[in-house]
């Protein structure tokens, strides 16, 4: 994607192919800045601190920590004990992402039964690369499948403005290029349909006005920042034509863990019969489980995200305390969307329902 006409992604392999570049989220949208990942501590911290964050970034980004573990290995002794530890230490990192535990686990496949250390490195790197351009073009996929949501939605309304409403960042910050939820709608901009993004500013960490309005604008797409109390007044007065939204886990019965928030997006589609689409890559489903609600890990992050906002105060970031310091805060990141709320998944195979049957018979490849 393009950031002031520069070509750019959210993560790239340094040209002395020992320093993992990333673009640490935190700062935006007031300072763009890259930091340098040379270890696995380095992956650790980046993920869990969120200078990367959305699924398939994360899932790139753990494929490329098990690089650093092969570069990193003490006294060239890339054994399984050591890489499974260093595999174990960076899926540990967040918990509710699936991509993650899949993007370790693939390069970890790759490489462990190799003997010949200076071939598990080769081994490690291509792997991390192939497993990001697979991302890439998964995103890409969802964005010409989704495209043709937002033309049937403009055909009907003659060629209006379409209003989509998105929560937390879907875009090619979470997911290296074209984004999951905004992937179908850089597509239709590209394309030509007039459209109108509703941005949810998606507290605490306000991943939706920092990010995902920073990107738009970027791209010069319209869109216009709401409170995340706004959307169900939206819906009910007929200002929002399609709900998209992208997930960081996905059972395979169809229900959706995203951002804290995106259920009660989902209720209030429901209640007001606006099409409800989770965007997401095949490598964001979880196989093996189906009861979402009850079996996907919900993080927990520090309270003193809810407590404490970052914002540019003249020409300085800084952090401000906007409640009583004694109040005690519960920082749920994540919940779960049940999948009878949901319209449809929008993937690189094509859009199918929220169900297993549909999952399936579109990947019956996947998760036997």
Known sequence: MKVDGKDIRTIWLDKDERIIKIIDQRKLPHEFIIADLKTVDDAI???????????PLIGATGAYGMYLATLNAPHDQIDIEYLTKEGDRLKSARPTAVNLAWGVDKALTAIVNVSDPARKIRLAKET???????EVENCRKIGEHGLSLIEQLSSSKGGQPVNILTHCNAGWLACIEHGTATAPIYAAFDHGLDIH????ETRPL????RLTAWELGKHGVKHTIITDNAGGYL?????????IVG???????????NKIGTYLKALAAWDNQVPFYVALPSSTFDWNVRDGVNDIPIEQRDPAEIKYVYGLDQDRTTKVLICPESSPAANYAFDVTPAKYVTGFITERGIC??????IRSL???KGR
């Open 353 to 358: 329902q929220a169900t297993e049957e549909d």
């Open 235 to 243: 819906m009910q007065h007929a200002m929002v034509d399609i709900v």
């Open 247 to 257: 997930t960081d886990r996905t059972a395979v019965s169809g229900d959706v863990a």
């Open 363 to 365: 990947f019956p490849d």
């Open 45 to 55: 911290e980046a993920i869990k601190d969120m200078y990367v964050r959305g699924a």
């Open 128 to 134: 991390a690369a192939a497993i990001t351009e697979q």
């Open 197 to 200: 993004v509703w941005v949810d």
């Open 206 to 209: 306000n991943q939706g006005t």
